[in-house]
């Protein structure tokens, strides 16, 4: 009797596929096919790129069900594909090239070099359409109008010279939608890197063409220095005279017990302790200029305040609720045409930005409760969507995009608008976060040639020795255990994502800085409006001493308990993890600890070297 055939797990569900498209009469899709989905759904409209002209790649891949009547993949995110070659190339440099650490000076980035204005780096806009025009002819018109653009930006650029950038045109057209339906810009930047988020040309395309006002909002102030969030406005500021600036945080005075704590606290989401919401009232009142009523806004962050303060009180109990609106697709295509701003006495604002900058964050922590599924996944918001704040206040939450621009495509995966779980080579990321940050003293690693000596000598000579960015995913992987399943090796591609996400999440924090702050640094950490940054973080002067301390001092002691290793091991290892149902709010203390005991936010392991 002949021997099996071994029959793998893979194997049997593309079999199963296989029958079942064969059920439904689908012989010319594969089972192997990224776009079955796709492809099945004749009826249902077709995601649109550049496929035609570059090699593109459909990120975020979503099963779509037999009855659906919605693609699920229509918005997904698309990029232009790495060559293979691109990818051995920096999987043989992470091998190779020996991590040098870079000079304060060269963190500082400026918009313009970022956005050079002579490149072409818009962004397609919508053309010219009447009501006369069916919608069939729109789309096609659209259509033409985004490859014209693509032909022109790649003419204007050399191969390989743009960072990723956004390729799909129906998550242009919802950006489209929500310009042309709000009042009010909510321009929404991550305050770590804003001038990644910031183009110029959005700015100037929406105060000039649409004739309406943007208000740049300076998000996740918490994770950020406080006199370098001076910095940072005082530079936009100068850049943009007319802009309106507010800096805001969803968890203001919550920080991280560990880095490699994930969740600080398994807890319902808090939404109502926001910091900034106050300032976006007052941008507002102050462009419509009583042109609206804001007072039902301003007395809901006086009851959402007063019922803060109340113990087991949530805010807006018993009070109105959200009205939510759905889009439907004729309604988005055939836009309303009027540019009367303030239609009916409703004010619209209009959350664009990024992936990843938290502008459902804002959106929630505005409403007071959580109205928007959040995820540090970027595409997580699928289409945009409307919802009254009050009855004269009217918020829309857009999809993140990626504009295109110069910008180095390893600090673009820092910056989190690439899935993390999808990259092909994450370990040049690491090369380029480890050459601008103190790694060794943050993470606590062993070289692996060390790895062999007894372990009271392990970490003895490491300083000393010539690090590449595939030696911190080796140390980085035993260090936290992370094995391969057959061999038992150390898993560097597992580890190299679990620093990625450390970064990105804030908990190894690499923070960019405005041209000339090296110089200033100085002047910036005397500002007056230090005090009110500080305030805003939810910390006190005190703490921001303390954290000034901590930024020129790297090799402090680590200020936690011993770790409860445990519950920590796989903190940090969800690829798609919705932190839409835990708050972050701090655990409780179990015991009384010195003054000018502080969380540092670099603290690994939560080893106590301060005793």
Not at 139 to 157: M, T
Not at 519 to 547: F, K, Y
Request: glycine residues 6%.
């Amino acid at each position: 009797m002949p021997r099996k055939k071994p029959f793998s797990n893979k194997q049997k569900k593309k079999q199963l596929q296989v029958k079942r498209d064969r059920k439904r009469g689908d012989t010319g899709s594969g089972p192997n096919s990224r776009n079955a989905s796709v492809e099945r759904g004749g009826e249902r409209q077709s995601d649109t790129s550049d496929s035609e002209t570059t090699d593109v790649r459909r990120i975020n891949q979503q099963p779509s069900g037999r009855e659906s009547r919605h693609d699920p993949n229509r918005f997904r995110l698309h990029f232009e594909r790495e060559s293979k070659e691109d990818v051995e190339k920096g999987k043989k440099l992470a091998r190779e090239k020996v991590l040098q650490p870079i000079s304060d000076k060269e963190l500082e980035i400026n918009i313009n070099d970022i956005f050079p204005s002579d490149k072409g780096l818009g962004f397609p806009q919508r053309p010219a359409w009447s009501y006369e025009m069916t919608r069939e002819n729109l789309l096609r018109k659209e259509e033409k109008s985004y490859r014209e653009y693509l032909d022109n930006l790649h003419a204007k650029n050399a191969a390989g010279s743009l960072s990723h950038f956004e390729h799909n045109l129906e998550t242009w057209r919802q950006l489209w939608r929500v310009l042309e339906m709000s009042d009010i810009i909510l321009l929404i930047v991550d305050i770590r890197h804003p001038v990644l988020q910031f183009p110029p040309t959005v700015y100037h395309y929406i105060t000039g063409d649409l004739q309406k006002q943007v208000i740049l909002v300076l998000n996740k102030a918490d994770l950020c220095p406080p006199p370098l969030v001076i910095a940072w406005k005082h530079y936009l500021t100068s850049q943009f005279p007319h802009l309106h600036i507010v800096c805001f945080t969803s968890h203001p005075g919550q920080p991280y017990s560990t880095v490699l704590q994930k969740k600080r606290m398994r807890k319902k989401a808090d939404w109502s302790h926001a910091g900034g919401p106050l300032d976006i009232l007052k941008a507002c009142q102050e462009i419509t200029a009583g042109r609206v009523d804001l007072s039902s806004w301003e007395q809901k962050i006086k009851r959402d305040a007063v019922a803060e303060q109340l113990d087991g009180v949530r805010p807006d109990e018993g009070a109105e609720s959200v009205l939510m609106e759905h889009q439907s697709d004729r309604a988005m295509d055939m836009g309303s045409l009027s540019q009367e701003l303030y239609k009916d006495g409703v004010l619209t604002l209009g959350c664009i930005g990024f992936p990843n900058v938290g502008k459902s964050s804002v959106l929630n922590s505005l409403v007071a409760r959580k109205v928007v599924s959040v995820s540090r996944t970027p595409g997580h918001t699928k289409y945009f969507q409307t919802y009254y704040l009050t009855p004269t206040v009217k918020l829309c939450d857009c999809p993140g995009l990626v504009f295109p621009s110069l910008v180095n495509k390893q600090l673009q995966i820092l910056a989190g608008i690439y899935p993390i779980s999808q990259l092909q080579e994450p370990y040049s990321s690491v090369g380029y976060l480890c050459a601008r940050t103190p790694f060794l003293s943050v993470l606590k690693l062993r070289h692996p040639s060390l790895m062999e000596n007894k372990p009271h000598q392990r970490n003895e000579g490491s300083e000393n020795l010539s690090w590449t960015a595939w030696d911190v995913c080796e140390a980085w992987a035993e260090r936290r255990g992370y094995k391969t399943a057959k061999a038992a090796r150390n898993d560097v591609y597992r580890a190299a994502n679990s620093l990625l996400r450390l970064a990105i999440d804030g908990r190894l924090c690499l923070c960019l800085r405005p041209p000339g702050y090296s110089c200033l640094r100085e002047h910036w950490e005397n500002h007056p409006d230090l005090s009110e940054i500080i305030a805003l973080q939810g910390r006190t002067a005190a703490e921001g001493d303390v954290d000034r301390d901590n930024d020129d001092d790297d090799d402090d002691g680590e200020s936690s308990t011993e770790p409860e290793e445990e519950r920590d091991r796989d903190a940090d290892d969800d690829e798609d993890g919705d932190d839409e149902d835990e708050g972050l709010v701090q655990p409780k203390q179990k015991e009384d600890k010195p003054s000018g005991f502080t969380v540092n936010m670099y603290n690994v392991l939560r080893e106590n070297e301060c005793e």
